[in-house]
């Protein structure tokens, strides 16, 4: 295998403040890793649910001006919460902030919080992921349209682990799909994904495959990167966002990738 092994670490903007936040991502550059991720949500995830949360596109915005070398994204944007021509915007300007160092995480959205609390509606889970689907050709279209353009074809991340419908979108649209699991799961989910992009026309050697390794030590990384995971994702949470597993993981890949 050839697939060059990278390393993100999703820094998750719950329970901690700004400038700890930005601390944070500064070291995870100075410490290796590849990409830096968010999230897109309103409320803490985990912890006291309501603890001290903050933005996922300003916050973007920001580590595209403290940040030099790594790319940014959010893992993932939910595409409820935003009209899609206007995201195609945010994400053309943080691609232009960071000059070119922008992934655009997509996601159909899940958490009913943010949606009742923001006045979203919160629909099913078919109607969300019908709404991203069309949202898929809305977002290409104003991309193609914006002045100044992206300075590159910005990647798009899908996360989500639905056989059916998400990595249906995935191996039509995607330049990275990103889940949740073992090296048991990441081979099943990675068969399925490469059905569907032979059923989209395209190389499924195309779309880099993510997953969490959140609580797993670098030991398992053979393993996932057997099952043809080539990207390894660390969540980091607030308010210290101890990255004391993070330099193991970076070791490895520089093994694997040497």
């Given at each position: 295998m050839?697939?060059k092994?990278r390393?993100?670490?999703?820094i998750?903007?719950?329970?901690?403040?700004?400038?700890?936040?930005?601390?944070?991502?500064?070291?995870?550059e100075?410490?290796?890793?590849?990409?830096?991720?968010?999230w897109?949500?309103?409320?803490?995830l985990?912890?006291?649910p309501?603890?001290?949360?903050?933005?996922?596109?300003?916050v973007?915005g920001a580590w595209?001006?403290?940040?030099?070398?790594?790319?940014?994204?959010?893992l993932?944007?939910?595409?409820?919460y935003?009209n899609?021509h206007l995201?195609?915007?945010?994400?053309?300007t943080?691609d232009n902030?960071?000059?070119?160092?922008?992934?655009?995480?997509?996601?159909?959205?899940w958490?009913e919080?943010?949606?009742?609390?923001?006045?979203?509606?919160?629909?099913t889970?078919?109607?969300?992921?019908?709404d991203f689907?069309?949202g898929?050709h809305?977002?290409?279209?104003r991309?193609?349209?914006?002045?100044?353009?992206?300075t590159?074809?910005i990647?798009?991340?899908i996360g989500?682990?639905?056989?059916k419908h998400t990595?249906r979108?995935?191996g039509?649209?995607?330049?990275?799909?990103?889940?949740?699991?073992d090296?048991?799961?990441?081979?099943?989910k990675?068969?399925i994904?490469?059905?569907?992009?032979?059923?989209a026309?395209?190389?499924?050697a195309e779309?880099?495959r993510?997953?969490d390794?959140?609580?797993?030590d670098?030991?398992?990384?053979?393993?996932?990167y057997?099952?043809?995971?080539s990207?390894?994702t660390l969540?980091?949470?607030g308010?210290?966002w101890d990255?004391?597993?993070?330099p193991?993981?970076?070791?490895?890949?520089?093994?694997?990738?040497?």
């Open positions: 050839n697939r092994i390393v993100a670490a999703q998750q903007p719950q329970h901690g403040e700004y400038r700890a936040l930005r601390a944070a991502a500064v070291r995870a100075d410490l290796g890793v590849d990409i830096i991720y968010n897109d949500h309103f409320y803490p985990y912890g006291p309501d603890g001290a949360h903050l933005e996922c596109w300003t973007l595209a001006e403290v940040t030099d070398r790594v790319e940014i994204g959010s993932v944007t939910c595409y409820s935003r899609a995201l195609a915007d945010m994400a053309r943080v902030i960071s000059e070119g160092r922008l992934i655009l995480g997509l996601g159909s959205g958490f919080r943010d949606y009742t609390e923001y006045e979203y509606p919160f629909g889970a078919g109607s969300r992921l019908r689907e069309a898929m809305r977002i290409k279209y991309l193609r349209r914006l002045n100044p353009p992206p590159r074809e990647p798009i991340l989500g682990m639905g056989e990595l979108i995935a039509r649209y995607a330049d990275i799909w990103h889940g949740f699991g090296a048991e799961v990441a081979r099943r990675n068969r994904l490469d059905d569907w992009c032979r059923a026309g395209r190389d499924p779309v880099e993510s997953m390794v959140t609580g797993a670098a030991d398992s990384g053979d393993e996932l057997e099952a043809g995971v990207q390894i969540g980091i949470s308010p210290d990255m004391a597993g993070v193991d993981w970076v070791a490895w890949r520089d093994e694997k990738n040497s």
